[in-house]
């Protein structure tokens, strides 16, 4: 019993941050709902969703893609990610307008051929985009969460449950 209480001393505040950690999603960040309080990205309907890229997404999106490279992405819409058929395709995603990703769990030949791109998306862009739709980010452990493939196709088609 007493190594117990031992081990549960150092146990509590791992288990205690954990469920605060995954207990907290997904966040509330749209519109305010019938309640009054604010909608998580999963409780919106689509037209919410919509108004929720235009103000919430897209701006810091386009913001890190034209620092990234100047000019090219100046003009950036809902098309840099969801593609020309984007209102055709209700804006769903994954999508293959983006390059389809090999499946490598470690994206390694993504980093062996466009490590910079590679590293910008998962530094940035991911944190970003987890942060505007309040969802978790992708766990390596649990195979589950926003991650590459909300957004790329793997080789065969959608990967992680996207």
Known sequence: MIVFLKYLKFLLPVI??????????????????????????TEM?????????????????????????????????????????????????????????????LLGPEFAQHPETTRLKLNRLVPLMTDALGVKPFSIITRRGFGCYSCHLGPDGPVFGN
Request: with cysteine; net charge positive.
């Open 16 to 41: 205690t941050a954990a469920l605060i950690f995954f207990g907290c999603y997904p966040r509330p960040v749209g519109p305010p709902g019938p309640e009054g309080k604010p909608l998580a990205w």
């Open 45 to 105: 309907n689509f037209e919410q969703r919509k108004a929720h890229m235009r103000r919430k997404v897209l701006p810091p999106a386009s913001e890190l893609f034209e620092s990234w490279r100047p000019g090219r992405y100046a003009d950036a819409n809902c098309t840099l990610c969801h593609g020309p058929d984007a209102r055709k395709q209700k804006f769903s995603m994954p999508t293959k307008h983006l390059p389809r990703l090999s499946g490598a769990l």
